[in-house]
């Protein structure tokens, strides 16, 4: 009996140390798997992570991008002006000597128009600018005469007391002198009117070609002013004079609110204008129809569209260089995500790999302990 119970427990030690050696190595393999599949698992959280964080930023540069080509569909093309928006039929008409452009047409219910146009012709008698002659200041201060050559320069329009010693004065008759005191009259106001109130002096210039002789005024001011020097040898003028003259001269004005009627042709353009004095009575003009380009408001309009057009190009080009660093981010951050769904995908089958011997020892372990 003895013998029999020493087999026994020899062979229930050695099972029980049997046991033991396969707990320890299924305890240690399964704490090693599982440690590794923590670490896996705390790897694909920081992916995950990384990969929110570079989806947020793209969707942060998509916003941007957005944002650029919303600005690119609210900017205005320049478009070039057309020489058709500043061009213009105008209507013309002779009267006499009398040039008229008509300016406004404004239509009346009885069929009428109200018209104003301006009216242009040629002075011949006009005062103007001219070349000034060498003057010769004689006398004392106080006290100088002045003449241009042998011809004494003399106050305008104070007739004439010693006309023999002028060379134009000379040779004309008594009622010819009245004639030209009347005409000096009308040469004061129209130089008053034109260049400003002022005593006025004349000489009268012989023209060479015509034989005539021309009238030619100073202001006195402009004679005895300090800034005009005269030689001290000579007297004679130094620094330039402003002189005046009768000449040719344009001559346009406005006439407003005249009643009109006008006549069309069978394609709607204007042919006759038939114009009412006070009494009513009419005189009929032909019309004559031109076309009038505004060169200068056309060409102001071209240099702000060149200038536009430049602006607008260099704003593009800016928003575009911006998109192609957006882009080009985005495009860094997309491969980034790839790498980001490799890691993950062979984090993932590690993990399944792991989880099939965690699987295992657990499955060996309760086979050993059953």
Do not use: C
């Not at 930023?57 to 002006?81: I, K």
């Not at 009216?119 to 600018?129: G, H, K, L, N, Q």
């Amino acid at each position: 009996m003895e013998a029999m119970f020493k087999v026994f427990d020899s062979r229930s030690r050695n099972k029980k140390y049997k046991g033991t050696k396969n707990e320890g190595k299924h305890a240690m393999g399964m704490a090693a798997s599982q440690a590794r599949f923590l670490g896996l698992t705390a790897r694909k959280t920081n992916v995950e992570y990384e990969g929110q964080q570079v989806n947020q930023q793209r969707t942060t540069l998509s916003n941007q991008s957005a944002n650029y080509y919303n600005q690119l569909l609210g900017m205005e093309v320049p478009t070039p002006p057309s020489v058709q928006d500043y061009t213009k039929t105008v209507y013309s008409f002779t009267d006499g000597s009398l040039q008229n452009t008509i300016t406004s047409l404004i239509a009346q219910a009885n069929g009428e128009f109200l018209i104003s146009y301006t009216r242009t012709y040629t002075d011949t008698s006009a005062v103007v600018s001219t070349n000034s002659s060498i003057v010769t200041r004689t006398g004392s201060a106080g006290n100088y005469q002045y003449s241009v050559g042998a011809t004494p320069i003399r106050k305008l329009g104070e007739g004439f007391d010693n006309p023999e010693e002028d060379p134009y004065l000379s040779t004309l008759t008594d009622k010819q002198l009245e004639k030209l005191e009347l005409e000096e009259q009308a040469y004061i106001e129209k130089l008053n009117a034109k260049y400003g109130e002022a005593d006025w002096q004349v000489y009268y210039k012989l023209d060479s070609t015509s034989g005539t002789y021309n009238p030619v005024f100073y202001k006195k001011h402009d004679l005895e002013k300090e800034t005009t020097i005269y030689s001290d040898t000579t007297g004679a003028s130094q620094s330039f004079i402003p002189a005046y003259t009768t000449g040719q001269e344009k001559v346009s004005d406005e006439i407003k609110g005249t009643t009109a009627k006008l006549e069309q042709d069978a394609t709607g353009r204007y042919i006759n204008i038939t114009l009412y004095d006070e009494d009513g009575n009419g005189t009929t003009y032909a019309l004559t129809t031109n076309t009038t380009t505004d060169q200068a408001a056309y060409n102001d309009a071209m240099n702000q569209y060149e200038y536009d057009k430049t602006t607008y190009d260099k704003s593009i080009q800016e928003i575009n260089s911006k998109i192609e660093i957006i882009q080009l981010e985005d495009k860094n951050l997309e491969l980034r995500l790839k790498q980001l769904d490799t890691e993950q995908d062979a984090i993932q089958t590690e993990m399944d790999a792991v989880q099939k011997v965690i699987e295992k020892n657990v499955e060996s372990t309760f086979k050993t302990f059953g």
